[in-house]
């Protein structure tokens, strides 16, 4: 089975750091592109990164460029957004999910078949 697992939420400062990891289990990294989504409370969930193993490729909402890197460690199976210079706006409840989206479609939830349960993370300013 197909299974995702975020972690690594939790409560950070504005101007801090998280980083958020997503364990993959069931297939290989190279086989879908995994991509970070959040949703805050009363907003639709909307597309954070992705990144796709095959050709390296990855994507950033404009709201979090600069600030957060995706990476991924195939030796781990686990996909990372490294999430630096925190801002309150980043609250949110995080999710990582595996899709086959085109590039364009990157940030498209309905292109994404799996997804983990969600990680909480709280910017105190």
């Known amino acids: 089975d197909v299974q995702l697992q975020a972690s690594g939420g939790g409560l950070a400062q504005a101007g801090g750091s998280l980083r958020l990891s997503c364990s993959a289990s069931g297939f290989s990294l190279d086989e879908y592109v995994i991509g970070w989504f959040r949703q805050a409370p009363g907003k639709e969930r909307e597309g954070v990164s992705s990144i796709s193993e095959v050709d390296g490729s990855t994507y950033y909402a404009d709201s979090v460029k600069g600030r957060f890197a995706i990476s991924i460690d195939n030796a781990k199976s686990t996909v990372y957004l490294q999430m630096n210079s925190l801002k309150p706006e980043d609250t949110a409840v995080y999710y990582c999910?595996?899709?086959?989206?085109?590039?364009?479609?990157?940030?498209?939830?309905?292109?994404?078949?799996?997804w983990g349960q969600g990680t909480l993370v709280t910017v105190s300013s």
């Open positions: 999910a595996a899709g086959r989206p085109v590039s364009s479609a990157w940030r498209t939830s309905s292109m994404y078949a799996y």
